[in-house]
């Protein structure tokens, strides 16, 4: 049973459904979500799926639009929470998990094998080495390029299912030069898309937990290790499209699809746009960023979404027996292929026929360092913001370097007192 709430109603008629719910004679969980139509008919699939092996339990999602969900969950969850909630994994969740409000599900976890199922989110579902989260829809970033640029430029794109070194990266964007092309493109008007890169360097250098650490405010900006991080964030910059500051990801796009650049830092949903530009899968390749420090786990970046257990749940064992089954490698195909992105269960399945989602599971699922989940979601929204700012304006005045870093380093300790 779905019903549909918004704005700011929905936190008063949510309680006022809970209370009704546990007049049916089967037993109530009750879900709280956030989904657009598509993804909300993958979740009323899902939901018949379940109860129909499961006839004696009801699950009623209650869905929200997302801002009213954003400013009524904590209330929510405070005042008469749902047996379950969707959030985000990793920092997003942290707060609600040190609020005693976001149950440990460790138990569902261990019961159904998946530290080894969904390898690749544990770190971004776990706190002080307990699990309060189930990760079940995520999309990656990497790169995109195009194989008509390379050609122009006379450089061998990567061979299927590879990537190259970062020297060997750098040294292509020379050829790219030379050739009159954008070695990388991105828009950085909404400031975002230049975090990717920053994201995927500062992963690449110091690995998962480093950059975990670091957008939690626990690591220092001028630490050496932060300054590695910009290091080699300026062997990139004379290779990006000079005047990203002053347009969006979308015109960027465009330059990328008339190949006046060869590489893309961008997540999945761009694919469309791409198309949408005269790419086809010919002519349109993904690749993984490259290493840069050797021997450190390959982490990546991929937003993921997931479902808690409420520690004031009214019915946690029927909702851990659904968590248990958002888990699952049948699940979680389902619910992919409806919507177009990935699972985080390995052993799931993706669509074929695209190429973009079968590179993708294969680089998010043999992840062994860990998943990122994107700089405005890793960090807190303040600290995001100044962070990116940060970012944006190395990209353009690279000089400017410690200037940058003092900023950078007098919010952090402002905003997170030692």
Request: proline share 6%; aromatic share 12%.
């Amino acid at each position: 049973m779905v019903h549909r709430q918004a704005g700011a109603l929905a936190l008063v008629a949510a309680l006022l459904l809970s209370t009704s719910a546990m007049a049916q004679d089967k037993r109530v969980v009750t879900w709280n979500a956030d989904y657009d139509p598509i993804p909300l008919a993958a979740a009323e699939a899902l939901i018949a799926d379940f109860e129909a092996a499961n006839p004696e339990i009801d699950v009623q999602l209650t869905n929200f639009d997302h801002e009213g969900y954003k400013n009524a969950i904590r209330n929510f969850l405070t005042a008469d929470p749902p047996d379950l909630a969707n959030w985000y994994a990793a920092n997003r969740m942290r707060p609600f998990v040190e609020a005693g409000l976001f149950a440990d599900i460790s138990d569902v976890w261990a019961a159904n094998g998946l530290t080894e199922a969904l390898a690749s989110s544990v770190p971004s579902s776990t706190i002080d080495g307990k699990q309060y989260a189930i990760p079940y829809t995520y999309y990656q970033w990497g790169i995109y390029y195009n194989r008509d640029a390379y050609a122009a430029a006379g450089v061998e794109p990567p061979a299927a299912d590879a990537s190259v070194d970062w020297a060997t990266f750098l040294a292509n964007c020379e050829k790219f030069k030379a050739a009159g092309i954008d070695c990388v493109t991105t828009g950085s008007v909404a400031k975002w898309p230049v975090a990717g890169i920053f994201d995927y360097l500062s992963l690449r250098t110091n690995g998962y937990q480093f950059h975990a650490d670091l957008a939690a405010g626990k690591i220092s900006w001028t630490s050496p290790e932060a300054r590695a991080v910009f290091a080699e964030f300026a062997k990139l910059q004379p290779y990006v499209t000079e005047n990203h500051a002053a347009i969006d990801w979308q015109d960027a796009a465009a330059i990328f699809t008339q190949g006046k650049a060869a590489n893309y830092v961008m997540g999945n949903f761009a694919v469309g746009v791409f198309k949408e530009g005269g790419m086809t899968n010919d002519n349109l390749g993904f690749m993984v960023f490259p290493e840069i420090t050797p021997g450190i786990p390959r982490a990546e970046e991929a937003p993921t979404d997931t479902i808690h257990l409420t520690s004031g749940a009214k019915n946690p064992e029927d909702a851990k027996a659904f968590l248990a089954y958002m888990a699952s490698a049948e699940a979680q195909s389902k619910w992919n292929t409806a919507v177009g992105q990935l699972p985080t269960n390995k052993n799931a399945t993706v669509p074929a026929d695209d190429p973009f989602l079968v590179a993708g599971f294969e680089a998010l699922s043999t992840a062994t360092g860990g998943i990122a989940q994107f700089w405005d979601r890793d960090a807190e929204a303040e600290y995001a913001s100044i962070g990116m700012d940060g970012f944006q304006q190395f990209l353009v005045q690279p000089e400017e370097l410690e200037a940058i870093l003092e900023r950078l380093e007098q919010a952090r300790l402002r905003i997170y007192p030692q």
